[in-house]
């Protein structure tokens, strides 16, 4: 892929860091695949606001946080990552709820929740991912989702806007979460807010805000998140016990993403990928592990085409052998190699 430079940006008053053609194997957890035009790490939150207002409506953006949950192709990923995990790190109480940024890891939030006293959170130390990240995604574990303990949450618009969206504005289900169509209202206004910045997309002059993609994208930025008072110690404990449990079922010594399949309605993925006898398959350097059939490691020159070819094959298997067709949990972006 040619990674030249069609867009200007205007690049006033920013703070954060720039990196150029940027490999994304050193941000995404399976340690794989294609570069980057751009990776814009903001410096905090009103950088990110000022990154955006600047930011050309026809300009591809991604966010990511850990990247663990995670592919891009090996023909790199056309247009700016917003990488948010370093960036947006404020954590703090406010009364009886935790406000965190996106960029608060899920393992800091379960800690930092049970030394407040707060119990409800330690299912978030299985995740490595960003809180950003398992809002996307609607991250769970151990009869645990985030969703469940959000009371309010703050995006950012394509344009800069920040707003605080109530959960009853999303479609909320297992692994997903999505703006409901036509949801524009919002449940307040952040003080940093000034203005609202008319939508310069040429697309959108033509099209109704409905209809105009990129004009409905919004990032998350933030979540004001409720937990219920409890034992500090029984919360650390379970913390503990949580993290024990995750190493001895996940190859954890191994670059991966996690369950790489959604489990299908009333029956579990591994289990599936199991009984077709599809542990330890292998395409180049990626590898259906041994220890958990719904991981996939690198071990260790893996492609993003290997993971993807590999993914493709498995899938392919079990609608064979069981009639099932699985659904991948991961994100694969980017472009194919030529
Ligand atoms: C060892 C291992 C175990 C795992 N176990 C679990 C588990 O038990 N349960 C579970 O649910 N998941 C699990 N995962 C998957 C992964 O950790 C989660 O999906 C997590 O929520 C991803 O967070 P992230 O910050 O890494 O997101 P990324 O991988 O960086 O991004 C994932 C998606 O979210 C989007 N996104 C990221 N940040 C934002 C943002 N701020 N605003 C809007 N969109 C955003 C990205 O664009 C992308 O589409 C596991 C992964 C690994 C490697």
Redesign the pocket.
């Known amino acids: 892929m040619n990674m030249s430079e069609p867009t200007q940006f205007r690049a006033e008053g920013l703070r954060g860091e720039m990196l150029r053609d940027e490999p994304m194997s050193r941000h ?2 399976w340690r794989a695949g294609g570069v980057a035009q751009r990776v814009y790490q903001p410096a905090d939150l009103a950088d990110l606001q000022t990154f955006l207002r600047q930011t050309p409506m026809d300009e591809p953006l ?9 592919l891009v192709r090996d023909g790199g990923f056309r247009g700016t990552v917003l990488l ?2 370093g960036a947006l790190t404020e954590l703090r109480r406010e009364d009886d709820l935790i406000y965190a940024q ?1 960029g608060v890891a ?1 393992a800091k939030l379960a800690r930092f929740a049970a030394t407040n006293h707060l119990c409800g959170a330690e299912f978030f130390v ?5 809180l ?6 609607n ?3 151990y009869g645990g989702e985030t969703w469940q303990k959000v009371v309010r949450v703050q995006v950012l618009t394509r344009t800069g806007e920040l707003l605080e969206r109530a959960p009853q504005e999303y479609e909320i289900s297992y ?1 997903h979460a999505a703006l409901r169509q036509g949801s524009r209202d919002t449940v307040g206004r952040s003080p940093l807010v000034r203005e609202r910045l008319p939508c310069t997309s040429s697309r959108n002059r033509l099209a109704s805000p409905v209809t105009c993609r990129r004009c409905s994208e ?4 933030g979540a004001w998140l409720k937990f219920e008072p409890g034992d500090i110690e029984v919360a650390r404990q379970q913390i503990k016990a949580l993290m024990e449990k ?1 190493s001895a079922s ?1 190859p ?1 010594q191994l670059p ?4 790489v399949f959604r489990n299908p309605p009333g029956s579990h993925a591994a289990k599936l990928i199991e009984s077709c006898g599809l542990k330890g398959k292998r395409i180049g350097g990626a590898e259906v592990s041994e220890k958990h059939a719904n991981f996939i490691v690198n071990t260790g020159e893996a492609t993003a085409t290997d993971i993807e070819n590999l993914i493709d094959e498995v899938r392919a298997a079990v609608l064979r052998q069981t009639g099932v067709e699985l659904h991948t ?1 991961v ?1 694969i ?1 980017g472009e194919y190699k030529s």
């Open positions: 995404v957890s991604l966010a990511v946080g850990l990247g663990s949950n995670l948010l995990v996106a899920g299985g995740i490595p991912g960003t950003g990240g398992m809002l996307a995604m991250a769970g574990c692994r919004e990032f998350f930025v995750r996940q954890l991966n993403c996690g369950s949990e994100k972006v």
